[in-house]
């Protein structure tokens, strides 16, 4: 393991040293460095609100979203930021609407983010579509069992299809490349929901052949909370419109998304800060540190509460998610054993009931280290001896 990580780095955020924080997942953590350019930028639209946006916004706004791209290979014009993926899918959706005949299938997995299945769920209902979510088994024992599991699953009524690149609850990689492959082979339109990727997972969403793909930067890129991105095809670019519709509609994609009303612009100007960090500490050894961390956590984890690794490793980057065994696997469940766990052992970590059983999933990032899963894993053991 790396020693320039865990302890180590971690007064370089302002997270409680108090607390056990195994969710980096769920909303990231900013860098106090990050922080402060986001303050810079914060002021110096305070020193002359008007003239910053009038003479500025727009470019400073296409130079973050270029080195953006780039980092994931692609071309700035195509990439525009929105607040979080859930932002960008709603865009997408929205904009698909009427291209929906009553009868078409709107299909995803159901490893699908709540949120987006619910938005998934809405444009069913007001389209008169047919909502499909394809079961995909966890625990898992290849990626090609997602791949078979979709393949049976489309017809030829399928219209739009949303897959997640890694899946929250479960914490799994998708094997994208195969899944938008198959669905454009049979003209179905393909969104990549890559919440996690970004920072966790290399990307060349050029080459990938999505029509859609929306990311975070906030979670594993180290950018303010509220900055994520959404990249078009640029053969969909004049159909994909922004949740807010303001002065540039019409007026084109850019100008459609980069101003949607008065909001704050620093995180977003801030994302190439948060790259900048990730470049600094070093892409390749981030990804080797999370990596160990996460299998070896599923390792602990797995082992503590009686369960067989439930994924292989070629499907794991810096999430590992383990069943728990419970007779009650209930949101009111999932809501109080995390907030016991936090409440009587400083422990942060989330806790999903999901397929009827209750999912508990760490979330791996550099000031992590091995021993704060092990302590995990015996506070675990205790738990389940007790519920014996």
């Not at 914060?42 to 979203?65: G, S």
């Not at 994208?176 to 929901?193: A, H, T």
Request: hydrophobic fraction near 45%; proline fraction near 6%.
């Amino acid at each position: 393991m790396d020693l320039s990580f865990g302890r180590a780095i971690r007064s370089r955020w302002l997270l409680d040293p108090e607390i056990i924080f195994l969710n980096n997942g769920s909303f990231g953590a900013t860098p106090i460095e990050v922080l402060e350019i986001q303050h810079d930028w914060q002021r110096r639209f305070e020193r002359e609100p008007v003239a910053f946006v009038r003479q500025h916004l727009h470019h400073e706004l296409r130079n973050a979203a270029a080195t953006m791209a780039a980092f994931m290979g692609a071309r700035g014009e195509d990439l525009v930021f929105v607040e979080n993926a859930t932002t960008g899918v709603n865009a997408v959706i929205r904009s698909i609407l009427p291209l929906l005949d009553p009868g078409d299938e709107l299909l995803t997995t159901s490893h699908v983010y709540n949120a987006v299945r619910q938005t998934l769920r809405y444009a069913a209902d007001i389209a008169g579509c047919t909502y499909v979510e394809v079961p995909v088994p966890f625990p898992i024992g290849s990626a090609a069992e997602v791949v078979e599991a979709v393949r049976r699953a489309i017809t030829e009524r399928t219209r739009f299809a949303l897959f997640d690149h890694v899946t929250s609850p479960t914490g799994l990689v998708f094997p994208v490349e195969e899944l938008v492959r198959m669905c454009k082979e049979r003209g179905i339109m393909v969104m990549i929901d890559g919440a996690h990727a970004p920072g966790m997972l290399p990307l060349r969403l050029d080459e990938l052949g999505a029509d859609w793909y929306t990311g975070n930067f906030h979670k594993w890129l180290f950018a303010p909370k509220g900055c994520a991105f959404l990249w078009t095809a640029p053969c969909r670019q004049a159909m994909t419109h922004p949740v807010v519709i303001s002065h540039g509609y019409q007026k084109g994609y850019l100008a459609e998304f980069d101003f949607t009303g008065t909001k704050d612009w620093s995180t977003y100007l801030s994302a190439p800060a948060g790259l900048a960090f990730y470049e600094r500490l070093g892409g390749g050894d981030i990804y080797r540190y999370n990596r160990t961390l996460a299998l070896d956590a599923q390792r602990v984890l797995a082992r503590a509460v009686g369960v067989t690794p439930p994924a292989p490793q070629e499907m794991i980057a810096f999430l590992a998610a383990v069943p728990l065994p419970s007779t009650e696997a209930t949101e009111a469940a999932a809501n109080r054993l995390p907030q016991w766990l936090f409440d009587e052992h400083r422990i942060e970590v989330p806790i999903f009931a999901w397929d009827g059983r209750l999912i508990l999933r760490t979330a791996s990032q550099v000031y992590n280290e091995p021993w704060e899963y092990d302590h995990l894993a015996n506070i675990l053991e205790r738990w389940i001896a007790r519920a014996d």
